[in-house]
């Protein structure tokens, strides 16, 4: 079955504390994103990218890092997560043909106290 | 920044109405689309419109693009309620691989 996942799902740290939020796709697919959605503020991207070793940044990269080493993966890394890093994460791919149409991963609930 | 902003916030229906919502955007674009989000899950792809197309349908969906007045409108005709949910408009910013996304409108269909 075509899919992006995610891991973890749900994810409650505190301050300071690095953590990764993986995500996976099984698509073959040369595009991959990171966004953050936040109530009354929509889904903001966050991190973007093109293929293996090409990243480039979204709207709101500010506290967030990621890796592209390998064409299925693209970890979303918070080396040091702040209370306003609290929000539902999501993982998409497309294909760079059509990469209009994002697949989307089922999302991670990160709270940071 | 946020390029679209989708109108209404929310809209409550009666299962076989038609729901409609806007979207308006600041900069030109070449495309749109429409996503759907079911609550607690990732979003679902629902439609593209090209800057040169005026409408497009898809099932029991009806987009319209007007470029001239940065707006566009979804139509979802005879709701059920398998379409509650909440309905982003996704347009490019600045090049075409960032994309920026309303706050959405989120639609309950009442049975």
């Known amino acids: 079955e075509a899919q992006v996942t995610q891991n973890p799902r749900y994810l409650i740290t505190v301050t300071g504390k690095k953590l990764t939020v993986t995500c996976s796709q099984n698509?073959?697919?040369?595009?991959m994103s990171w966004y953050r959605q936040d109530p009354g503020l929509g889904l903001r991207q966050i991190y973007y990218?093109?293929?293996?070793?090409?990243?480039d940044k979204g709207d709101v990269p500010e506290g967030y890092k990621v890796s592209r080493k390998e064409k299925r993966n693209f970890p979303l890394i918070l080396e040091s997560p702040s209370p306003n890093q609290t929000s539902l994460y999501f993982c998409?791919?497309?294909?760079?043909?059509?990469?209009?149409?994002?697949?989307f991963g089922p999302g991670t609930r990160l709270t940071v106290t | 920044s946020q390029q679209g902003e989708e109108d209404p916030q929310a809209l409550s229906i009666q299962e076989g109405e038609n729901a409609t919502m806007n979207c308006s955007y600041k900069?030109?674009?070449?495309?749109l689309q429409w996503y759907r989000q079911n609550s607690g899950r990732g979003l679902v792809h629902l439609i593209l419109?090209?800057?040169?197309?005026r409408e497009k349908h898809s099932g029991r969906l009806r987009v319209t693009l007007d470029t001239s007045k940065k707006s566009s409108s979804l139509l979802i005709t005879a709701s059920r309620a398998a379409d509650t949910a909440s309905y982003f408009c996704?347009?490019?910013?600045?090049?075409?691989?960032?994309?920026?996304f309303g706050a959405g409108t989120t639609v309950t269909v009442r049975a």
């Open positions: 996704a347009t490019p910013l600045g090049n075409d691989y960032k994309l920026s």
């Open positions: 998409a791919s497309s294909s760079i043909r059509n990469h209009y149409e994002q697949y």
């Open positions: 900069t030109s674009i070449n495309n």
């Open positions: 698509m073959n697919h040369e595009y």
């Open positions: 419109i090209r800057s040169n197309e």
């Open positions: 990218s093109m293929n293996v070793e090409v990243t």
